[in-house]
């Protein structure tokens, strides 16, 4: 990886204690940036129903990775750990294009500045 081109949020949404599972997922694939936190939905019943979630409460995986295998990174979790089935999961990334700094950008993705 000797050029930054870009960063993406990949958000994660899974049920409780598979974050861990996506953390090291990550990890072996490049993606070595991560913040982890317990989330707790507010949304009646009805619509947990609705959408299929089972469990309130779910670990949110905030990571940071190099654009380059951010596609890589979604389709991984869809094939390993079955986000494409009800109840498993969500992810999405979102672009960080406002982070300009050349130096920010290796500072995150462990590169020497």
Do not use: W
Request: with cysteine.
């Amino acid at each position: 990886m000797d050029e930054v081109k870009g960063l993406s949020l990949i958000v994660t949404f899974v049920n409780r204690k598979v974050g861990k599972k996506v953390i090291k997922l990550f990890n072996k694939m490049g993606c070595k940036y991560h913040t982890s936190f317990i989330g707790k939905g507010t949304a009646p019943s009805e619509i947990y129903e609705f959408l299929g979630i089972g469990i309130i409460e779910k670990d949110v995986i905030l990571s940071v990775c190099d654009k380059a295998i951010k596609d890589d990174l979604l389709n991984a979790l869809t094939k390993k750990l079955k986000l494409d089935k009800p109840g498993q999961g969500v992810a999405c990334s979102i672009p960080l294009d406002g982070i300009d700094s050349l130096s920010a950008l290796k500072a995150v993705l462990g590169m020497e500045a």
